[in-house]
């Protein structure tokens, strides 16, 4: 339902997800990766016990990174609990606004709809 000039209007929209569609998975992967892959070269130059100028700049890559990615793990979690056929695309016009599809069980149509800006 949309509000439109102080009515709320029901309004069907049918997408067509035949453009660049991104999987659940791909969602979890994308959002995951920056953490694990920068922590772990963080943690890699704690382990090995280099200079401690470098073991400094290590802590703080570790912290700011894990502090910044909250969101994302945020992200993952919400995205872990949708069923797995979910499939998301972006459309871009005035910002960058996400939708997702999941086919009903029930049959092939594709049904919830929403979105995200």
């Known amino acids: 339902m949309f509000l439109n000039h102080g009515r ?12 660049f569609v991104i999987t659940r998975n791909e969602n979890i ?18 382990i090995l016990q280099l200079p401690p ?3 400094y700049y290590a802590r703080i890559v570790l912290v700011a990174n894990t ?3 909250m969101q994302d793990v945020y992200n993952v979690v919400r995205l872990a609990a949708m069923p797995g ?4 695309i972006n ?11 999941v086919k009903s069980s029930s ?3 594709s049904t919830g709809m929403q979105g995200r800006s």
């Open 67 to 69: 502090t910044s990615s």
């Open 85 to 88: 056929d979910a499939q998301f």
């Open 29 to 46: 992967i994308v959002l995951a990766t920056p953490l694990f892959v920068i922590d772990a070269i963080a943690l890699i130059a704690l």
């Open 8 to 19: 709320i209007d029901d309004v069907v929209a049918v997408v067509d997800l035949n453009e």
């Open 53 to 55: 100028v470098v073991n």
């Open 91 to 101: 459309v871009f016009d005035e910002s960058v606004r996400s939708f997702y599809c």
């Open 107 to 109: 049959d092939t149509e």
